[in-house]
């Protein structure tokens, strides 16, 4: 027979819920679900809510696919250039020096900037191209812009820390049940 789960901190515990979500697991403490989500699973009475593991997922997911769709992206881009080369030097050919000489003048120094620029990492300090970026990064100010391998970094540090805190927190609150247990004294 198991042993039944007590959760001593009142704080965490606030009913028992359903993940929506991929994971589909029941009975649930509100601290496997986000403030916000728990605010509007409130507010409504109820519907979809999505454990933080779920949202995680969903979230890596879309990072990579977005990756995915700015290198494809970039690909294209190449490929449609490397063609209106080819389709200009073909009409340089048939045009005359003039229009050959019109063929062979660079782009305008907008364009060429804006495909090679490179922003770097704050954390990182590797000088990459936009497409390492998501775009609320790249709006931020210079210096301060973090590649996607440095945030995804992050978040998992920042879910590590959280997971490392509340498993410090129980640890203390068991001690404090024993102590209390040890003491005979219930309120302390």
Not at 11 to 17: A, D, L, R, Y
Not at 90 to 99: N, T, Y
Not at 155 to 166: G, I, L
Request: include cysteine; charged fraction near 30%.
């Amino acid at each position: 027979m198991s042993t039944p789960v007590v959760i001593t901190n009142s704080k965490q515990w606030s009913g028992q819920f359903d993940c929506t979500g991929p994971c589909r697991r029941k009975r649930l403490v509100g601290a496997e679900f986000s403030k916000k989500a728990m605010e509007r699973y409130r507010r409504n009475g109820g519907g979809p809510l999505k454990c933080k593991l779920c949202v995680a997922a969903v979230e890596a997911t879309e990072r990579r696919a977005a990756q995915e769709r700015a290198e494809a992206k970039a690909k294209a881009n190449t490929k449609a250039n490397a063609q209106a080369d080819a389709e200009e030097l073909v009409a340089a050919g048939e045009g005359g020096i003039g229009k050959a000489k019109q063929a062979t003048t660079p782009p305008p120094a907008h364009a060429a900037s804006a495909s090679a620029s490179s922003t770097t990492c704050a954390s990182c300090k590797k000088s990459l191209p936009p497409t390492s970026y998501n775009r609320n990064q790249l709006s931020k100010p210079p210096g301060k812009a973090r590649c996607r391998i440095c945030v995804e970094a992050a978040v998992k540090d920042e879910a590590t820390a959280s997971r490392e805190a509340r498993l410090a927190k129980i640890e203390d609150a068991k001690r404090a049940v024993a102590d209390a247990e040890r003491s005979g004294d219930v309120a302390a």
